[in-house]
Antibody, heavy 120, light 106 residues
């Protein structure tokens, strides 16, 4: 069965950096686009970024462009999100999500989420 | 950016009743709209994609309709486990989500 497991969340000071990882299993990871989506405490959902099957194409929402970097390692079935220059409003649960086979589509499987807290 | 507005913010119904949740887009998204269910402490679950197609394993009591700017999620007969939060999401122009509708027990 499809499984996505995030790791790397935690407490970080404003201006700091953190790297999230997402381990995928149960499907052909290299065939799928992948995304990161976040949810601030008690708030709605915000798509952040997606990456193509090969990793050659990436897109970001404006609020994280230039600060966050998405990447993948198909040999290790792994997705990552490098987050720099973190701010208080980046505090959220971060989800990785499968985003379509060979082409961007909906988010059909999600991980359980990793909590990132940005606070001094 | 395409803004999705969900209504009502909160819907109070009883088990066995029919629920109708709405999602309006600020511009046409064709049929590129999905619905997700999110229970407390859990990740969202895809219910409906392309406005009217049920995702794998989703019960038949969930149905979606609409196109262009106006969409509806209908739950034909509410089960106790259906009382939670629902989000719509478009993929016509990047990705945006609605603010959510909370379905609560009356």
């Amino acid at each position: 069965q499809v499984q996505l497991v995030e790791s790397g969340g935690g407490l970080v000071k404003p201006g700091g950096s953190l790297r999230l990882s997402c381990a995928a299993s149960g499907f052909s990871f290299s065939d799928y686009y992948m995304s990161w989506i976040r949810q601030a405490p008690g708030k709605g959902l915000e798509w952040l970024s997606y990456i193509s099957t090969s990793g050659s194409t990436t897109y970001y929402t404006d609020s994280v462009k230039g600060r966050f970097t998405i990447s993948r390692d198909n040999a290790k079935n792994s997705l990552s999100l490098q987050m720099n220059s973190l701010r208080g409003d980046d505090t959220a649960v971060y989800y990785c999500a499968r985003t379509g086979r060979y082409t961007p589509d909906y988010f059909d499987y999600w991980g359980q989420g990793a909590l990132v807290t940005v606070s001094s | 950016e395409i803004v999705l507005t969900q209504s009502p913010a909160t819907l109070s119904l009883s088990p066995g009743e029919r629920a109708t949740l709405s999602c309006r887009a600020s511009q046409s998204v064709s049929s590129y709209l999905a619905w997700y269910q999110q229970k407390p402490g859990q990740a969202p679950r895809l219910l409906i994609y392309d406005a009217s197609n049920r995702a794998t394993g989703i019960p038949a009591r969930f149905s979606g309709s609409g196109s262009g700017t106006d969409f509806t999620l209908t739950i034909s007969s509410l089960e106790p486990e259906d009382f939670t939060v629902y989000y719509c999401q478009q993929r016509s122009n990047w990705y945006t989500f609605g603010q959510g509708t909370k379905l609560e027990i009356k």
